[in-house]
């Protein structure tokens, strides 16, 4: 059982309108701190869920005979869970964050625990819906109570902090199903029994080690679209539709253009880690210093040169470079969730996270089909596609304010016209 004592904490807060601190955020003091707490929620993740990516192709067509129909059905089913994220508010009428977190862990480990027992069309779809529930869920509320929990003027740092961590987990868990299957021949059920395990036996570590944590401040319990956070849901959609550029179409250019086969394939999903394990605290703390305007004009304007390149590119290890930098402004997007912190109402903050993910996920609806049916006529095509995304985005940037806070949230168009939210 979870204990209910609760860490000595300070009784002052800063106000409302601080930009380097959360509301009403205590002092804890230790370990078991609400910081912790998130970095290790978030290295538990990638235990259960980079063992079922690491197995999904191999499993799939060995034991289960999927063809390319079934594994798009499949991915089609996996991002359904995240289109539906904004139903995580009605949820929160009965659960706390923080116990909704943990359950939503305890669900992806047992989805990808179970996974191996079903090898079968069916099976696969049931398993795979189940734990993205579970991996969705999780991510909406990670994403809400970080943004409760840290103070604004460390919150970049921290989430850096989260990606490293999710990075070595990553890597530990890529480490071991190598060995398991290379070295001793393990059954695919067992390596997934394994991974979800371990999510299942951290869920419930961080259940009775860390105490119940008061909430920041009290969050709205219904579903908020507000006027004034339209530029933070544009800078959301973008990065979506972005994020399908990669991880759809940027690793399909390895294999047919380039004929990069799964161990070298494998060997740029660790390469990518090891860098994100050692540089995204790092663009934590730099967005910290240089503010979400630069960073996002940084990222895009990169963006930019990264997809054009992808649409011309003749070399293979050229082409294995540009894969490595475009996973690397991944992390850059950390500033798009500091900006919405910095220019909400904290009251909405969880259900406003569950808006994002499923406004994040309406390109995952529409991009891949489309997209698959433009690189019939042109590969090159998509990635030129993907620099106008861009281009759209770093025009977003632009409207940023160096200093966003209520009131101040664009440089152009709609704003709240006072300081308090709106």
């Not at 406003?352 to 390109?363: K, P």
């Amino acid at each position: 059982m979870s204990k209910e004592i609760m860490p000595e904490a300070s009784n002052h807060a800063a106000p409302l309108g601080d930009a380097n601190s959360a509301p009403t955020a205590p002092v804890y003091k230790g370990w078991r701190n609400p910081e912790v707490l998130l970095i290790v929620m978030a290295a538990a993740m990638p235990l259960s869920f980079s063992t079922w990516m690491a197995l999904l192709n191999n499993f799939s067509v060995e034991m289960a005979d999927f063809t390319g129909r079934e594994i798009g059905i499949l991915q089609s089913l996996r991002e359904i869970p995240g289109f539906l994220a904004f139903t995580a508010i009605f949820v929160l009428l009965i659960l706390r964050e923080q116990t909704f977190a943990v359950i939503s862990l305890l669900v992806l480990g047992i989805g990808v625990a179970i996974s191996g027992y079903f090898p079968t069309v069916i099976g696969l779809y049931c398993t795979t819906v189940l734990m993205s529930i579970g991996f969705h869920y999780f991510e909406t509320m990670q994403q809400a109570l970080s943004l409760q929990w840290v103070r604004k003027d460390r919150t970049a740092m921290v989430m850096g902090r989260q990606l490293s961590a999710k990075s070595i987990s990553s890597l530990v868990m890529f480490g071991i199903v190598w060995v398991m299957l290379e070295v001793f021949d393990v059954e695919y059920r067992y390596v997934y029994l394994l991974g979800g395990a371990l999510t299942i036996i951290a869920a419930l570590f961080v259940w009775g080690a860390f105490p119940k944590f008061s909430d920041a401040h009290p969050q709205t319990k219904k579903l908020i679209l507000r006027k004034r956070y339209w530029l933070y849901y544009a800078l959301t959609f973008m990065s979506g539709a972005r994020r399908q550029i990669f991880t759809v179409f940027a690793g399909f250019l390895m294999v047919e253009k380039f004929g990069y086969d799964a161990a070298t394939i494998t060997l740029l999903y660790l390469v990518n880690h090891v860098i994100n394990m050692f540089l995204a605290p790092k663009i934590g703390k730099m967005i910290g210093k240089w503010g979400e305007r630069r960073a996002l004009v940084f990222e895009y304007a990169g963006l930019f040169i990264v997809f054009v390149s992808y649409a011309f590119v003749e070399n293979h290890v050229l082409a294995g470079g540009l894969y490595v930098i475009d996973h690397l402004f991944f992390a850059l997007a950390i500033a798009i969730k500091t900006y919405f912190q910095k220019i909400a109402d904290p009251a909405d903050i969880s259900s406003t996270a569950g808006v994002s993910f499923t406004i994040n996920h309406i390109a995952a609806v529409f991009i891949p089909a489309a997209f698959g049916l433009l690189w019939l006529i042109s590969p090159g095509a998509v990635f030129l596609a993907g620099a106008a995304m861009a281009f759209v985005s770093l025009v977003l940037a632009l409207n940023v304010p160096h200093d966003p806070e209520p009131g101040n949230e664009v440089v152009r168009g709609y704003k709240s016209t006072t300081l308090q939210p709106a």
